[in-house]
């Protein structure tokens, strides 16, 4: 398609439980980048791929957090064991040079009960 | 590391008037500069962004910025809002030179026309 697609849009975990959410890039665009973006605030950053390498993962909020972008084009982020205060929307973004104007998907809105 | 404030979290408007919203980031070195609207119920979507050269930006829909390196700022202007620019609004910065050119963001702005 012609945008990043993420999937699924909305999750209801309950706590304890793993979770895997899916990111699908624009065609083409080397680097994606997930963000985590908790009810009335701004996105922030989570960590950063360019192709299949992991090049900064310094905003994964602890090791519970994994991500994964194995051929360099869809991209798996993986909560495991969630807690509550991992509730937000997590986003994905990708850009053919990383310098900027990245492209948005809608989110995946992530409840843990 | 840097940082992004927005100093408005919610403006209230009446259709016509002049939006200007604040955008003031820390960092010491060369930036790019964005502003992202998110309008109800859809996806971040890009306004206008500077690299660099003429410090006044235009982008979509009317709105415009300018960047005032002195100041650390970029805010956001639109000279008439219509009913339709009901949306939140993100500051986001990129520290070039970061790993990764990751975007850090500001808190976000909720902006409300009234028709």
């Known amino acids: 398609g012609a945008g990043v697609s993420q999937s699924p849009r909305y999750k209801v975990a309950k706590r304890g439980q793993d979770v895997a959410l899916r990111c699908d890039p624009i065609s083409g665009h080397v680097s994606l980048f997930w963000y985590q973006q908790a009810l009335g605030q701004g996105p922030e950053f989570l960590t950063y791929?360019?192709?299949?390498?992991?090049?900064?993962k310094s905003g994964l909020p602890s090791d519970r957090f994994f991500a994964e972008r194995p051929e360099g084009s869809v991209s798996t982020l993986k909560i495991q064991r969630t807690q509550q205060e991992d509730s937000a929307v997590y986003l994905c973004?990708?850009?053919?040079?990383?310098?900027?104007?990245?492209?948005f998907g809608s989110g995946t809105r992530l409840t843990v009960v | 590391a840097q940082s992004v404030s927005q100093h408005n979290h919610h403006v209230i408007l009446s259709e016509a008037a002049s939006l200007e919203l604040g955008c003031n980031y820390s960092?010491?070195?060369?930036?790019?500069l964005f502003w992202y609207v998110q309008y109800p119920g859809q996806h971040l979507q890009l306004l206008l962004k500077y690299f660099s050269g003429d410090p006044l930006v235009k982008g979509i829909k009317g709105f415009e910025a300018e960047f005032i390196k002195s100041k650390f700022s970029f805010n956001l202007r639109k000279p008439s809002v219509q009913w339709s620019d009901t949306a939140e609004y993100f500051c986001a910065v990129n520290a070039l030179g970061n790993a990764g050119n990751m975007l850090t963001f500001g808190g976000g702005t909720r902006l409300m026309v009234k028709p």
């Open positions: 791929f360019q192709n299949e390498a992991q090049l900064d």
């Open positions: 973004a990708s850009s053919s040079s990383g310098t900027g104007g990245y492209t």
């Open positions: 960092y010491g070195g060369t930036v790019n």
